[in-house]
C-alpha cells in the first residue's frame, strides 16, 4: 500500500516563504516521477512542478524563479522551497508519486493548505 505523507504549508504573509515535504513509501518500485500539484475550489489540479528520478525539473511558468523543487531518491522524499510568495499562490498543495512502467500509476496526498495574506 503505497503512502503520500505531505508536511508544511500554512499562513504567509506576500513576499514570505514556506516549505513543503513530502515522503513517498511501500512501494516495491522506484518514483519515476514526484512533484506538486495545487487546486483552488472549482478549478482543475494543475503542476506546480515537478521532478524525475534523473533529476530533470519541469516547473509551472507562474512560480518559476521564485519556487525550488528537490528530491532524494533514496529516501523518495521532495521538497517545494516556494520563495516571494503571492496571494495567488493560495491553494491547497498536493504532493504526487508516480510509477511509470507501460503506463502511470499515480499516489496522491491528502494536501495541505498554502495561504498567502497579509
Known amino acids: 500500500q503505497v503512502q503520500v505523507v505531505e508536511s508544511g504549508g500554512g499562513l504567509v504573509q506576500p513576499g514570505g516563504s514556506l516549505r513543503l515535504s513530502c515522503e513517498a513509501s511501500?512501494?516495491?518500485?522506484?518514483?519515476?516521477?514526484m512533484g506538486w500539484y495545487r487546486q483552488a475550489p472549482g478549478r482543475q489540479r494543475e503542476l506546480v512542478a515537478s521532478?524525475?528520478?534523473?533529476?530533470?525539473?519541469n516547473y509551472a511558468d507562474s512560480v518559476k524563479g521564485r519556487f525550488t523543487i528537490s528530491r532524494d531518491n533514496a529516501k523518495n522524499t521532495v521538497v517545494l522551497q516556494m520563495n516571494s510568495l503571492k496571494p495567488e499562490d493560495t491553494d491547497v498543495y498536493y504532493c504526487?508519486?508516480?510509477?511509470?512502467?507501460?503506463?502511470?500509476?499515480?499516489?496522491w496526498g491528502q494536501g495541505t493548505q498554502v495561504t498567502v495574506s497579509s
Open positions: 504526487n508519486a508516480a510509477i511509470v512502467f507501460g503506463r502511470r500509476w499515480d499516489y
Open positions: 511501500g512501494s516495491r518500485f522506484s518514483f519515476d516521477d
Open positions: 521532478i524525475t528520478s534523473g533529476g530533470s525539473t
